[in-house]
């Protein structure tokens, strides 16, 4: 088998698109593990707080830590979502340059992989928003409570 550089240079283009997706995940990916973090930081100190708490602190602090709990789910489920978007991703590139080079019809593989990536995508995307919607009802409980006449 004897691939010249004109093939390669091909098939390197053909994979520039699929790359690019690929590079906008990567940043989704670290917004979604900071939030995470955030969550878990929260939550720790939320339970340290508990051990020394008042008996009537101790619900409110319950009540938030089982809020950072559902959340922490949505996060983990957007993360999931999001690396198995950009492993499949991955796929999709290794499959135009083993498709091209060997000569193979893989064009049906890749467009499937294609569209289980984009409901991947979609599914991180879903997480993610209903995480936030999480957050926020929270806060606007916990305003509404804190602040009521």
């Known amino acids: 088998m004897n691939i010249q550089l004109s093939d390669v240079s091909h098939i390197i283009q053909l994979s520039i698109a699929p790359v690019f997706l690929l590079s906008g995940i ?18 720790r100190k939320l339970e340290d707080w508990l051990l020394h708490a008042e008996p009537a602190a101790k619900a409110e602090y319950l009540a938030e830590i089982g809020i950072l709990y559902r959340r922490a789910h949505q996060i ?60 926020t009802r929270s806060l606007s409980m916990r305003h509404m409570l804190k602040y009521r006449p």
């Open 76 to 135: 983990n489920y957007a993360i999931t979502f999001s690396t198995a978007c950009a492993l499949l991703v991955s796929l999709i590139i290794m499959a135009l340059f083993i498709g091209d080079a060997l000569g193979l019809a893989l064009d049906r593989l890749i467009a499937v992989l294609f569209v289980v990536a984009m409901l991947a995508l979609i599914g991180s995307y879903s997480f993610l928003l209903r995480e936030i919607f999480i957050a």
């Open 26 to 43: 990567a940043p989704q990916l670290i917004v979604l593990t900071n939030r995470l973090a955030r969550i878990i930081d929260r939550s």
